[in-house]
Each structure stands twice: as structure tokens, then as C-alpha cells.
């Protein structure tokens, strides 16, 4: 019981923390739009569709990354019922990313589809950043467990599908800055450290499945 | 009575509206109208206007526009979002991490191929000069701009004052190092200092400006205080800031961002819609304070004054 009570304050916390960034934006937005703006921290700034842009796509990313990490958790401290966090997390994800997305194309791109056009396929930044988003959709919409259940084993193959938008996610992040690389390759390496947790753990539990009999370890 | 007469970088009405607006003009103008309204609706906050406490501007700035009839862009815009590297990577940084920089008392240090090398406190560099209130546009290799009421006077008046020998070919710029003022420059993130240079033609080019200041006030720490460079027909990372030396010199300066990656920005730095960034598109630019991109002109519309420069030059590949 109070393990399912510790899950739902966690849920909790990341439904403020996720909604945060949105948040964030929203009352910066209102600032600048509505009132002489009393927070010059909470504005915009000179660049508003830049900023909208950046926040939410930096969030998208960090979601991603914590989406990720659920599952190395959860072997680590033998805590299984932290897996309950992982579809709000993903979703958040897909939020967010769908707001990076309709931002750039509605308001950065203004709906001209020459430019979108020609930016997905001659910009390989946006090339992959599109690409990783246009995976994540299917990952959304079979997320419920109506298709969980519907798709069994197809699911978890299909839901793999997340590694390669976060690691699209961090090219397109890394191919778009200037010079300042550092952020992009501290994701990186978070990402490295979440995916090549994910290679050791399947190879050892690979060994465990099938022990030989003359190496098995001893279980005390 | 005012008299207007054409100046060499006034665009013809043929070139500002397309053709196909022009024909299907009636069209045109009920969209604008309905696009009108929905802007009326619109939040003014997606245009980037900041209400709230505002650098007071000198009155003849209220109604002041670009020789295009551009309106110019706040006080604000420009103070808060800028490249400045030395005090941080992002736009915001440099308004929020100059504040203790000091750029008095300030020298500056001519040299190199010259007949009058020498070191000169600010006001002496600047003395001889007519300080004059300038509007340029400025676009970044970014693909944002702004209009910009600059203050200073022709990087010419240095020149000729420095007479240069005739081996002399280009000039070479150097920003002061101060990690202790300049957060930025803890982390090699560039290497410093911050180098650019210019075609000697290009540094007497009439609009090459030795920059002092911004909407009549003395350039804010973060805009490149006490002394800045501003060529409008370049991208701004050729706009170096907070210079401390003037040397001429007969090799092609290094520039730092040709350092940093040559094969994305070159020494001339020229804004062409043609040539786009490896990574992205320079045909178009969003104008600070605008929500439709804007398509970039060619030496950002300084062509008559600097085309003749450039004759003869393969611009995509000096680029």
C-alpha cells in the first residue's frame, strides 16, 4: 500500500515538473503580451518564436533522457513499480515534442510548406529532428494498454523505437549549435551512459538465461 | 520642403514586391486585411515587444527609419539579444554578464605597416572624427536582424590618419582580454582573443563605421563597449567588439570564426542569399520584432555601395 502511495506522489511530482516548462512559457507569454511586464526574467525576450522553440525543445530532450532512465532504475533498486512512471514520462515527451514541432511549422515556418519542405530535406539537422518526431507518433498513439495488450511481444520491438528518437533528438540538438557544444555532449553522454547500460544488462542476462554448467556461479 | 532623392542603396518598387503579389494584387490585399485582423487578435508578445521599464531613447529616434523605410528596432532588442561570446554563448548572456566589465579608461593600439603607430586613449582615437548618428541593418549569420541606429564615425578617418605603407593590404582586429571581467572567456569556447580583419578597400569604405554608440548613447557594455566595428553589407560576426588593436598587415588575418570552422565562415563573412550556411538557409531572415520570415537581400541591399569591391570574386567560394 504504501508503495502504490509513494508511486502516485511521484506521479504527482512529475506532473508539476512536466508541466513546468509549458507553464513557464505560457506566463512569460501573457507577461509580454498583457501586462507591463513586472518579471523581466519571465518574458520572451527579442526573439519570442526563438525561445518557444528552445525551451521546447530542450525539454523534450531532458523528458526523453528521464523516460530513458526509468527502466535502468528500476533493475538497479529492484523497485518494479517505478515502471509506472514511464508512459507519463514518454507522453510528456511526445508533448513536448509535438509543441517543438507545431512551433517551428506554424510560427517559425509560418505554414509554407516550400520551406518546411526544402528545410526536411536539405537541412540535416531538421532531417533528423523531423525523422525522430515522426517516430515517436506511433509510440503515443500505442501507448494505452488496449494496444499494449493487442500488440504483446510487437510492442516492446516496436516501443525500441524511443532509442532512436532520442539519439536523433541529440544530433539534431548537436548538429544545430554553432560552437558551444557542451550541453549537446553532456546529453550525449547521458545518453551513452542509458543506452550501453542497456547493452551490458542484455548481455548479462543473456549468460544468466543459459549458464554453462562449469562457469555457472555458485547461488549461495 | 524635403526633397528625396534616390540614394545609390534604394531598392526599386520593382524589386520590393514580388510579381506574383503584384499581379494578383486585390487578392493580396484581402488577405492582408483578414491577416490584419488576426494580428489585431494576435498577442503582441510573438513579435517580441516587451512592455515594462524601457531605456529612455532620445526624442529624434521616435520617428526615425532605415533608408528602406524600415521602423528601427527597440533599444531593448538590442541590448538584450546579441552574440557577445566572451560573455556567454547564449543571447540573453551578454546583458546579463557584462555588468562588470569597465570600458574606461580604454586605449587603443595601431601598428603594423604603418607610418603612425602609436597607442591612443579613447578620446584621442575618436577626437579628429565626426561622430554622426548612422541607421543600418544589421543580419546575422543566424538568420535574425535588426535595424539599428548606430553611432560613430568612418573607420576611413582612422585609416588615413594611420597611413598605411604600401605593402599594408588588410587590417587586422583584436578584442581585449579580460576573463576576470568576461565570464565568457574562462571556457575555450573560441579562442581568444577575438580576431577579425578587413580588406583595407573594405575598412575605407565609406560605411565601414568605427562604432561608439546606439541610439545617441555611449555602446552598453554588452553591445561591444567602448569601440566596435560595423560593416552592414557583412554578417554580424565580422562587427568585432571592444577592440584594443589595429594592426596592418600584408596575409589575410585569421579570423576567429574561420578558425573555429572555415568551411561555414569564411573571411569575408559578405551577406548572400545565395550562398547558404552549411547547415542552414540564408535566403531568408527573421526580422526582430516581425512573425513572417523576410526574404535576405544581397549584401544585405548595401549592393551599390560595395558591389564594385567584390568584381571578379567567385562569392560562393570566398564566402
Given at each position: 500500500m504504501n508503495e502504490k502511495r509513494a508511486i502516485l506522489g511521484l506521479k504527482v511530482v512529475l506532473w508539476i515538473c512536466a508541466l513546468t516548462p509549458a507553464a513557464w512559457l505560457g506566463a512569460a507569454f501573457f507577461f509580454d503580451a498583457?501586462?507591463?511586464?513586472?518579471?523581466?526574467?519571465v518574458s520572451l525576450g527579442a526573439n519570442p518564436i526563438e525561445k518557444l522553440t528552445h525551451v521546447t525543445g530542450m525539454t523534450t530532450l531532458v523528458l526523453l533522457l528521464i523516460t530513458l532512465s526509468v527502466t535502468p532504475v528500476r533493475r538497479l533498486?529492484?523497485?518494479?513499480?517505478?515502471?509506472?512512471l514511464r508512459r507519463p514520462l514518454g507522453l510528456f515527451a511526445f508533448f513536448y515534442a509535438f509543441l517543438h514541432f507545431s512551433i517551428w511549422s506554424g510560427?517559425?515556418?509560418?505554414?509554407?510548406w516550400a520551406w518546411m519542405i526544402e528545410d526536411v530535406i536539405e537541412r540535416p539537422y531538421i532531417t533528423v529532428g523531423f525523422a525522430g518526431f515522426i517516430i515517436l507518433i506511433p509510440l503515443a498513439i500505442t501507448s494505452t494498454t488496449g494496444w499494449i495488450r493487442r500488440l504483446g511481444t510487437r510492442w516492446a520491438v516496436l516501443h525500441h523505437g524511443v532509442y532512436l528518437t532520442a539519439t536523433l533528438g541529440v544530433i539534431h540538438f548537436y548538429w544545430l549549435v554553432?560552437?558551444?557544444v557542451r550541453l549537446p555532449l553532456f546529453l550525449g553522454t547521458c545518453l551513452a551512459l542509458l543506452l550501453g547500460w542497456r547493452v551490458v544488462f542484455s548481455i548479462r542476462k543473456r549468460r544468466r538465461v543459459s549458464p554453462r554448467k562449469d562457469t555457472a556461479p555458485a547461488t549461495p | 520642403m524635403m526633397i528625396r532623392t534616390r540614394k545609390p542603396s534604394d531598392v526599386p518598387s520593382s524589386e520590393i514586391t514580388p510579381e506574383d503579389v503584384y499581379v494578383n494584387r486585390r487578392r493580396f490585399i484581402r488577405n492582408a486585411a483578414v491577416g490584419a485582423a488576426a494580428l489585431a487578435i494576435a498577442p503582441r508578445a510573438l513579435r517580441g515587444i516587451n512592455d515594462g521599464p524601457a531605456q529612455q531613447v532620445p526624442?529624434?529616434?521616435?520617428?526615425m527609419k532605415s533608408e528602406l523605410g524600415e521602423e528601427l528596432n527597440p533599444y531593448r532588442d538590442i541590448t538584450t539579444y546579441n552574440n557577445f561570446y566572451e560573455f556567454?554563448?547564449?543571447?540573453?548572456d551578454p546583458s546579463r554578464n557584462?555588468?562588470?566589465?569597465?570600458?574606461?579608461?580604454w586605449s587603443i593600439r595601431v601598428e603594423g605597416l604603418v607610418n603612425n603607430p602609436g597607442d591612443y586613449n579613447l578620446e584621442d582615437f575618436i577626437g579628429p572624427s565626426n561622430v554622426e548618428d548612422r541607421v543600418y541593418r544589421m543580419r546575422c549569420v543566424e538568420a535574425w536582424s535588426v535595424v539599428v541606429p548606430w553611432r560613430g564615425f568612418p573607420l576611413a578617418d582612422v585609416v588615413k590618419r594611420a597611413?598605411?605603407?604600401?605593402?599594408?593590404k588588410y587590417v587586422e582586429f583584436k578584442t581585449v582580454v579580460r576573463p576576470s571581467e568576461m565570464?565568457?572567456?574562462?571556457?575555450?569556447?573560441?579562442?581568444?582573443?577575438y580576431v577579425e580583419g578587413l580588406r583595407l578597400d573594405e575598412a575605407m569604405n565609406p560605411l565601414t563605421l568605427m562604432t561608439t554608440g546606439v541610439y545617441g548613447m555611449d555602446l552598453p557594455n554588452q553591445n561591444g563597449a567602448p569601440l566596435r566595428l560595423i560593416m552592414?553589407?557583412?554578417?554580424?560576426?565580422?562587427?568585432?567588439?571592444?577592440?584594443v588593436s589595429m594592426n596592418f598587415v600584408e596575409e589575410m588575418p585569421r579570423n576567429t570564426w574561420w578558425v573555429q570552422n572555415r568551411r561555414e565562415y569564411g573571411?569575408?563573412?559578405?551577406?548572400?542569399?545565395?550562398?547558404?550556411?552549411p547547415r542552414w538557409t540564408q535566403k531568408r531572415e527573421r526580422?526582430?520584432?516581425?512573425l513572417r520570415r523576410r526574404e535576405t537581400l544581397m549584401f544585405n541591399g548595401y549592393t551599390d555601395e560595395v558591389q564594385s569591391m567584390y568584381e571578379g570574386m567567385d562569392l560562393t567560394r570566398w564566402i
Open positions: 498583457y501586462a507591463a511586464n513586472p518579471v523581466a526574467k533498486t529492484g523497485w518494479n513499480r517505478v515502471i509506472k510560427l517559425d515556418q509560418t505554414f509554407v554553432k560552437a558551444d | 526624442a529624434r529616434f521616435a520617428n556567454g554563448t547564449q543571447k540573453e557584462a555588468g562588470d566589465f569597465q570600458p574606461a579608461p597611413d598605411p605603407m604600401g605593402d599594408a565570464p565568457g572567456q574562462r571556457t575555450r569556447v573560441l579562442d581568444w582573443p552592414p553589407w557583412k554578417y554580424g560576426f565580422k562587427g568585432i567588439k571592444s577592440i573571411f569575408f563573412a559578405n551577406v548572400n542569399p545565395q550562398v547558404d550556411h526580422r526582430l520584432g516581425e
